[in-house]
């Protein structure tokens, strides 16, 4: 079974709440998990202390056993200073798609067409 510490959402709409949730990677977003160990309220102010709340020893605990946080939950452990979070480089998802590709190598034959007929 395996173990996901993610957040669940909660609150109206339009008006985000989450739970910070150990949960089975299997079940949905918002559905059934194993425990709640913390919560994050996005529209507070970044530096305000009750944004993230965090069990830390139910969290040192849940990674020792194997839990693997989600993106958002490893950026608040590595703000945390709990866990380092890897920094993303992906150089293949800036380059323009096959289509864009395609449109560029065609305005470019178009405008050297259009330059050499002057």
């Given amino acids: 079974m395996p173990v996901v510490i993610r957040l669940a959402r ?23 998990f194993i425990e709640k160990i ?46 380092k979070r890897e920094a993303r480089n992906n150089p293949e998802k800036s380059k323009p798609k096959k289509k864009a590709q395609e449109r560029a190598a065609a305005a470019s034959g178009a405008g050297t067409a259009g330059a050499a007929a002057s």
């Fill in 38 to 83: 913390g919560t994050f309220n996005p529209l507070t102010e970044k530096d305000a202390p009750h944004r993230l709340k965090l069990d830390m020893d139910k969290v040192k605990s849940w990674l020792a056993k194997g839990a693997q946080p989600s993106d958002r939950v490893m950026r608040f452990l590595d703000a945390a200073g709990v866990k």
């Fill in 10 to 32: 909660a609150g109206a709409k339009k008006r985000p709440y989450y739970h910070v949730v150990v949960a089975d990677s299997r079940s949905p977003r918002d559905g059934r």
